[in-house]
């Protein structure tokens, strides 16, 4: 499955930065590390079976405001607040 990470770096898609100080909670597939935006718009659909259900990427507008990928619920991957709001695709990538 797929792990959120705190590490700087950047999409290998988009090649947006991820991290913290960026907004971007990182998330990592077989050594791939994904926006939360091009994650679930992009990479996600490749795999329906192993990704199934609702994967969404949301931005918190809760505690953290960080943009993270949601598995089902729809809340922050980060804090857990369920204020979010779901991000569209990008439209650059």
Do not use: I, Y
């Not at 999409?11 to 926006?35: F, K, R, S, Y």
């Amino acid at each position: 499955m797929a792990e959120e990470r705190e590490e700087s770096s950047a999409c290998c898609n988009c090649h947006c930065p991820l991290g913290d100080e960026a907004g971007e909670l990182p998330v990592t597939v077989d050594d791939e590390t994904w926006c939360p935006q091009c994650f679930a718009w992009k990479r996600a659909p490749m795999e329906p079976a192993r990704f199934a259900g609702a994967v969404r990427a949301v931005k918190c507008g809760g505690k953290c405001g960080l943009a993270s990928v949601a598995f089902a619920a729809a809340e922050c991957g980060q804090c857990g607040s369920r204020a979010v709001v779901e991000l569209p695709p990008k439209a650059d990538a």
